[in-house]
């Protein structure tokens, strides 16, 4: 069974940093692009990351580009998400996923639980 | 960036009933469409990739279709469990989602 697990979150002041985790089981990890995406409370989605599967290309939202750097380590099946300059409008539950496919169709087929993060003076 | 559009923002329906959520691109992305159901403190579930392809494991009373700028997600003969927010995504570019669309069961 497939399960990803999310973790890192947090409250954090603006300009504050958080390393989010996500660490996955029941697949082969390394054939597989990985995403970030997030949602604030009571709101629509929001894509955010993603990365190949052997880490060399990355993609970002916008609104995070140059603030937010995403990685993955093979050899312990974990993805990360390193969060700095975080802004008020950052808040959000963050989700890792995992494409659906080896060849990276862009869509996910399995989910985190999330991991809250709270931008906050 | 491709801008998707959903509409309406939320339904309303009787069990049985047949609902019609639609999503619209800002630029064509052939198929590259998927449709998620998220169900309140849950994570998104894949339902449709490929713009009409049932993701295994799903319900054949779900189906998606178009190509290009205009796609549809309808659930016929719609039931209590399908009471969520239906969320489209294009994988064309940098992937964006839509806005929503909360499905009520009357």
């Known amino acids: 069974e497939v399960q990803l697990v999310d973790s890192g979150g947090g409250v954090v002041q603006p300009g504050g940093s958080l390393r989010l985790s996500c660490v996955a089981s029941?697949?082969?990890?390394?054939?597989?692009?990985l995403y970030w995406v997030r949602q604030v409370p009571g709101k629509g989605l929001q894509w955010v990351s993603r990365i190949s599967w052997d880490g060399y290309s990355t993609d970002y939202a916008d609104s995070v580009k140059g603030r937010f750097t995403v990685s993955r380590d093979n050899t312990k099946n974990s993805l990360f998400l390193q969060m700095n300059n975080l802004r008020i409008e950052d808040t959000a539950l963050y989700y890792c996923?995992?494409?659906?496919?080896?060849?990276?169709?862009?869509?996910?087929?399995?989910w985190g639980q999330g991991t809250l993060v709270t931008v906050s003076s | 960036d491709i801008q998707m559009t959903q509409s309406p923002s939320s339904v309303s329906a009787s069990v049985g009933d047949r609902v019609t959520i639609t999503c619209r691109a800002s630029q064509g992305i052939s198929n590259w469409l998927a449709w998620y159901q998220q169900k309140p403190g849950k994570a998104p579930k894949l339902l449709i990739y490929?713009?009409?392809s049932l993701q295994s494991g799903v319900p054949s009373r779900f189906s998606g279709g178009g190509s290009g700028t205009d796609f549809t997600l309808t659930i016929s003969n719609v039931q209590p469990e399908d009471s969520a927010t239906y969320y489209c995504q294009q994988a064309n570019s940098t992937p964006r989602f839509g806005g929503g669309t909360t499905v009520e069961i009357k």
């Open positions: 490929a713009a009409s």
């Open positions: 029941g697949f082969t990890f390394d054939d597989y692009t």
């Open positions: 996923s995992k494409d659906m496919s080896p060849n990276s169709s862009g869509w996910s087929d399995s």
